[in-house]
């Protein structure tokens, strides 16, 4: 089946950092990218939706600013946690589809904010 | 908008035996998708089942299968033969056809099997 990976896995940062996570889809050309934030013992909620080549369509109430997404390929899609603030501390899980409209999920990475 | 809604937030059952859990969702769409997701303690989102809803035969893989009432808008899993392994939050989703691919969530089901 698909793959997506993400890296890293897990990341601690210094508050007022930025954090990059990368997702990649390994075996498959990913036209589209979605990205979820994930508290403890809730459900996913989704932050923002990129296509390869254009830019990310954020859902109600995610600042693009903080959360910078690039798709600049079909294989590879970027969160960028800006300023970082122990907020912004989460489970971050990307998925890809591909010619499907089956969506193929990351193993997430865990971000904290010191 | 689209709302998905898991009335059940915990549930358990012994190893062996069958678990149904229950979904609602809200649409005026006629195209869409529905899934069950599953996700255990490491996290990683791993497809269960999926339906659509085009399809009146109610999908089924394995020991898992799904009793899909389109008019009612209900789409229930049923875990026969339950396993230790199948210990994890189980989220219901949506998706309209034509949406670029976006899930809506219900807030999960944590279903414990017991030995």
């Known amino acids: 089946g698909a793959v997506v990976s993400q890296h890293p896995s897990r990341v601690i940062c210094k508050s007022g950092t930025s954090v990059k996570i990368e997702c990649r889809s390994l075996?498959?050309?990913?036209?589209?990218m979605f990205w979820y934030r994930q508290f403890p013992k809730q459900s996913l909620m989704l932050m923002a939706t990129?296509?390869?080549?254009?830019?990310?369509?954020?859902e109600q109430g995610v600042e693009k600013d903080k959360f910078l997404i690039n798709h600049a390929s079909l294989t590879l899609s970027t969160l960028t946690v800006t300023s970082a603030h122990p907020e912004d501390s989460s489970f971050y899980i990307c998925?890809?589809?591909?010619?499907?409209?089956?969506?193929?999920f990351g193993p997430g990475t865990r971000l904290t904010v010191t | 908008a689209q709302t998905v809604t898991q009335s059940q937030p915990e549930m358990s059952v012994q190893e062996a035996e069958t678990v149904t859990l229950s979904c609602t969702y809200d649409?005026?769409?006629?195209?869409?998708?529905l899934f069950w997701y599953k996700q255990p303690p490491s996290r990683q989102m791993i497809l269960v089942i999926r339906?659509?809803?085009?399809?009146?035969q109610n999908a089924t893989e394995n020991r898992f299968s799904v009793n899909f009432q389109k008019a009612a808008k209900s789409f229930s899993l049923k875990i026969s033969d339950s396993q230790l392994g199948d210990t994890a939050m189980y989220f219901c989703?949506?998706?309209?056809?034509?949406?670029?691919?976006?899930?809506?969530f219900g807030k999960g089901t944590l279903l414990t099997v017991n030995p």
């Open positions: 990129s296509n390869e080549g254009s830019k990310a369509t954020y």
């Open positions: 649409t005026s769409e006629s195209n869409y998708y």
């Open positions: 989703a949506f998706m309209k056809d034509g949406s670029n691919y976006k899930l809506t």
């Open positions: 998925s890809a589809t591909g010619q499907s409209y089956e969506q193929y």
């Open positions: 339906q659509e809803a085009y399809k009146q």
């Open positions: 075996d498959f050309q990913a036209t589209t």
